[in-house]
Structure formats: C-alpha cells, structure tokens
C-alpha cells in the first residue's frame, strides 16, 4: 500500500493552501458577519481552475483526479466552508453529473462554461416535504410534447442566488414513483424562474442558499439529462460523489480547527506554562489528531475508489459520516481549548464550529448514511478492504 502524494497533487494541496491563506483568509470574518457572498473570490477560484477540477480538459476543465480535488477541498474548507461548498456543488454534483450523463450538446452548452467558473452552477433536488426523501418530489415536470411545463418549488439551494444554471429534479409520471422522475437543464433567466431571499444561516453564512419557484417554466425535451425517468438515478448517482466533497469538506473544517487549537496551546499559558503541557489539553489534541487523520484516510480511500472506476457508493457514505461528526466533535473542542476566545469571532473557531453542522445534514444525513451503510452489509455487499480479494466466510 501506498501513501505518497503524486508531485502533481502536492503541487495542487499547496496552491489551494496558499490560496486559502492569502486570499481567503483575509476577509473571510467579515464575510461570515456579513452574509456577503464572495464573487471575487470565486472568479479568482475559477482562474485557478478550481470549479471544474476533474473535467476534461476537451471542456475547459482541468482533468485532475479525485484525489487531487479533496486535497484543494479541505485545504479550502479549513479557512472558508463557505467558498468550499461553492467550489464543491459546482465540481461534484453538476459538472460531474453533466459530464456523466449529459450529451454532447449539453457539454458544449453548458459544460464548457461550468467548468471554467464563467458559470456557477445549482443541483436542485431538496423541497419543502422532500429533503432525506428524495423520493418524494412534488416539482412536476409536465411532458408537453417537445418541451416539459416545470412547476414546482426547491429549498436550501446551494449558489440558489448566483447560478446561471439549475439541474432540477422534477416528477413527470407520478405512478411509477421514482421511477418517474426527469432531471432537467434550466436556465436561470427564463422567463417562470424566481430567486428567494436568501437564507439567513447558521454556518456557511457567505454562500448563496435560496429557495428557487418555478412557474409554468418551459424547459426544452433536448435539456433533459438522460432517457426518460433517469431523473432519480442521476440525482444519486451524482450525490455519491458529491458525499466525498462534502466529506472533504468536513475534514477540513476539522483540520482547520485542530491546527489553530495547536497553535493557540503552545502560545497561551496558565499556571506557569503552555496550556499544552497540561494533560487535559494534550490528550484534547491527541484525540483531535487521531481522528482527524483516520477521517483523512477514509475521504482519501474513497476519492481513490473513484478515481479506479470502482464501486464507492459505502465508502463515500462512510467518509461523509465520520468526517462531518469528527468535524463537529472536534469544532467544539477547539471552541473549549481556546476558553473564553474561542467564543469570540476574532479567533475563527467559533465559525467553524458553526460551519461544521451542515456537513452532517446536506447531501444526505449522518442517518441517511447509515441507512447506505446498513443496507449495504445487510444485504449482502459486503463491506470488503480494498487490499482484499475475497471475504473468508
């Protein structure tokens, strides 16, 4: 087995980190305050090739392996979550889903500017009564003929206020169930599309989350991804991958706060030394380091599996759930090293803290994962070491 990062992925880990440190890092508080969405700082992404990493570069992308997007990601994701998921839905749920899936007409359409940031873009599964259930969409996709008419209404759309264009999920055949649904291609600025107010959050504050109404939207027949009724298949087939963004994400957000924790113990003291030296706060460390790397390693183990064509679905789940719940353990622990200035904003972990409870709820909960998980041992595919060949039974 073989740990060593390519020269390549090194050289992208350090670009993302400089980036994140020199650029990001600056105004990332008041962003956060401000709810101020960061435009300049995702064209500035966009010209370091960051929204369309694992594209071919036949569409403008910059043909990179999966491994090589979490590193960027979770370099990112330890100054700016929000930036980060940008970065993510735009890599991972639609640029993906459109190279996967699209066709060729598609690609050149869209693809081409998606991937170069001149476009972001928006994945619009969730809905007021269809978050974990994916299944139950009530955004109806009308077959008219050589259009769909589009009605419906999305919630907690990632880049909802800045995207020119929305993969949506929408039903067309109600009684065959999922097996009904369409994804469809619509631009942002036809006529029937209307932008919510943005989303006043928690965490990721500076990112655009709106919900998005669709009224009597023509969408044309040639802007649907797939045969008809693919629709359910694509939006999970794209969100086990979006899972690893999300679990980069996560890991980042958890290193970021380990390493401002293990700077701050060294510089602050009490009782006549570093408060490092005390044991409570270094087994705080120890446990914070542990975990974070075992994260690593199964985020890292699952871009892996991706980037060899084989299955990823269990390992992709099993990243994103531990990934987000370490991210959140460890947030609040970094809050606690840091005593009375961990609470204050000037400190950053506190926004970390607050940035990290969204990784165990978008793309699927820490109880949908489960659910992956467990139906995935339980139905016999086994969970199997990638260093094995066979399971002994």
């Known amino acids: 087995m073989f740990f060593e990062l390519t020269e390549e992925q090194m050289a992208v880990q350090q670009a993302a980190r400089d980036f994140a440190q020199n650029i990001l890092k600056p105004g990332v508080i008041e962003r956060d305050r401000e709810m101020k969405y960061p435009k300049k700082e995702v064209r500035q992404m966009a010209e370091m090739g960051f929204l369309g990493m694992m594209v071919s570069p036949e569409y403008g992308g910059g043909g990179m392996d999966t491994i090589s997007y ?23 749920l639609v640029c993906w889903g459109l190279e996967a899936f699209g066709t060729e007409a598609q690609k050149q359409k869209y693809l081409t ?21 994916a299944t139950s969409q009530r955004t109806t996709a009308e077959d008219m003929g050589d259009y769909y008419l589009l009605n419906g209404t999305k919630n907690w759309i990632t880049n909802g206020g800045t995207s020119k264009v929305h993969l949506v999920m929408a039903q067309t055949h109600p009684e065959k169930e999922h097996r009904g649904i369409n994804c469809l291609i619509v631009e942002t600025d036809w006529e029937g599309v209307a932008i919510g107010t943005k989303e006043d959050k928690l965490g990721i504050r500076a990112s655009d989350t709106n919900s998005i109404m669709y009224t009597d939207v023509k969408v044309p027949k040639k802007n649907r991804i ?20 999300i679990a980069a994400q996560a890991l980042g ?10 700077a701050y113990s060294k510089e602050r003291k009490a009782f006549g030394k570093p408060i490092s030296e005390h044991q409570a706060i270094a087994f705080k ?22 980037d060899q064509q084989m299955d990823y679905s269990t390992a992709s789940a099993m ?29 950053h972990v506190e926004r970390l803290m607050r940035d990290a409870k969204i990784t165990q709820i978008y793309e699927g909960t820490s109880e949908v994962q489960r659910i992956v998980i467990s139906r995935s ?12 060949d066979k399971v002994a039974v």
Request: hydrophobic share 45%; net charge negative.
């Open 377 to 388: 041992i339980l139905q016999g595919q086994l969970y199997v070491p990638i260093w094995a």
């Open 70 to 92: 979490v590193l960027a990601m979770e370099e990112i994701s330890k100054i700016d979550a929000s930036c980060s998921v940008i970065m993510s839905v735009n890599n991972s």
């Open 226 to 245: 797939g045969d008809d009724g693919f629709g359910f298949k694509f939006a999970m087939s794209t969100l086990n991958g979006g899972r690893i963004g």
């Open 113 to 133: 500017k998606l991937a170069t940031g001149e476009w972001v873009g928006a994945f619009c599964l969730s809905e007021p009564e269809a978050g974990s259930d």
């Open 253 to 262: 957000i958890a290193a970021g706060a380990y390493e401002l924790s293990l």
């Open 285 to 306: 460390l120890a446990d914070m380091a542990t975990e974070i790397e075992a994260a690593r390693l199964l985020v890292y183990r699952a871009a892996w599996l991706k």
């Open 319 to 347: 990243a994103k759930l531990f990934a987000s719940e370490v991210a959140m353990r460890h947030t609040v622990e970094a809050v606690q090293i840091h005593g009375g200035y961990g609470y204050v904003k000037e400190y």
